[in-house]
C-alpha cells in the first residue's frame, strides 16, 4: 500500500475526476472507501490509471457499491460467456478469444454500446455503478465518452423542465437495438427484455442534485404518441451530449473507470474492430431496489 495519501484530480469543476495512490487489488480501509464514495458523488465519473487486477479483486473492489449485477449476455441465445456471470464482456473478441467476424450476432449487439445509454436502465433494480477495467486497447479510436446529466438538467430552460419533469420513459435492450436495425430476438429474449418504466427526471440523494434520465433504450414515454416521444427524446439527448457536458477517455491498459449510471450517460466511440484487439472488463451493482418500484410493462414488441 503506499503511504501517500489518495489524490483526486478533476477534469472539471464537478464531472469527472482522476484518483492516484490508490491500489485496487487490496480491501480498502473504511477512510479511503469514503474518499472514492465522496469523489464518487461529486464526479460521477471516476478513473483509476495503472490497475493490475484480476478478475476476482475487480469483483471485490466492485462489491463495495452495491450488490453485482450479472451479464445480460446470459439471456442471449448462442452467446458464450468467456468469464465469469458477473463480468459484462466488452470485447471485440469471440468465445475463443479471436476478434469477431463483420457478421457475427455479438458484434451486431454490443454496437448498442456506441449509442448514448446508460447501464441496465432496463433492469430492476436498475444500474448504480459501473467499473469497466482496460485488458486490451486499441491504439487509435475506440474511447468512451461520458455526459454528465446533471448539469444538462440544469442548464434546461425552465418551460422544458416544467415539461418534462414526471414524465415516465419505457426502457428495454430492445429498443436500444431496434435503433440499429437489430430486431432478431428470440422469443425468450423478448420475455427476459421486457420494458421497465422510469421517470426521466430523478434526483441522487448524495448530493441532492436532479438529473434527466435518458438512454437510447428508452422507446416509448407513457402518454405520449411514438412519434412526439421520438422527437423529444431525440432533442433532450442532442442537448445533454453537447461538449461541454462531455468527458472523452482515452483508455490506457490498467485504467479503471467507474460512473454513476443514474446521472451519466455514456457511448463507446468508433474504432476499427476487425483489426484491433479491445478488451475491456465491466462489472456493474445494482441501485436500491425500491427507487422505482418494480413497474414491469408488458409490452409485446410489435414489429
Ligand atoms: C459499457 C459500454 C462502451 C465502450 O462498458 O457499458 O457501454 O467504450 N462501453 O465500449
Ligand atoms: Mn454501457
Redesign the pocket.
Known sequence: MSSRPINVVPFHDDFAAEVGDIDLREPLSEDSLQIVRDAFARYAVLVFPAQELTVEQHLAFARNFGPLETTVARQMSGRKLRTREEI?D?ANLDAEGQIWKGESRTRLFQMG?RLW?T?SSFKHPSGYA?M?YGRSVAPIG???QFADLRAAWDALPPAVKQRIDGLIGEHSLVYSRRRLGFTQFTDDEKIAFAPFARPLVRTIPESGRRNLYLASHIGRIQGMPDEQAEQLLRELIDHATQRQFLYTHRWRVGDLLMWDNRCTM????EFDDLRWRRD?H?ATTSDRPDAFGPLQVQAQFAA
Do not use: M
Open positions: 459484462a466488452i454500446n445509454h447501464d459501473s469497466l475506440g474511447h468512451t455514456h457511448r463507446g466511440t475491456l465491466r
